[in-house]
């Protein structure tokens, strides 16, 4: 994570479900009360999705409960409203033509904060099926085993 940066939620299944091609910075739309329960560390992109409505770029499912500490008055919100996402037209115009093209889905990977700003972290996938699921995890294991005999390799001499 690059200096100055806070991350508030990681979508960790992201990159086991996805092959993940590129991955794109967006700012979000959030009300004050929103802002203020991502800045303790309340939020989950477990059901996040991202989507293209409009020729703008909206992500879907993204959780954030209501502040605690606000008037249910001033933070009464919905937690899992679409919420509109800041990219440039070109960004967006290149997005919706590689989906359309491709077949591949937004993906929420990474939800942060750069100096006081929230931003998402997109990445552009395609769905990986069960078996490639289970042959990443047999690769993910057989690298570790080769680290470890290596690092006892060291230790032994």
Known sequence: MAEGQHAVATNRRARHDY?????????????GAEVKSLRAGRASLADAFGRIRGGEVWVEGLHIPPYEHGSSQRSGYESKRPRKLLMHRREIDRLSG??????????????????????????LGKGKRQYEKRQAIAEKEQRREIERAMGRRRRDR
């Open 19 to 31: 092959d993940i091609e590129e991955t794109f910075e967006a700012g979000i739309v959030l009300t």
């Open 98 to 123: 590689t989906i359309k093209e491709r077949g591949l889905a937004l993906v929420p990977m990474r939800l942060y904060f750069v100096r006081g700003m929230a931003k998402l972290q997109l990445g």
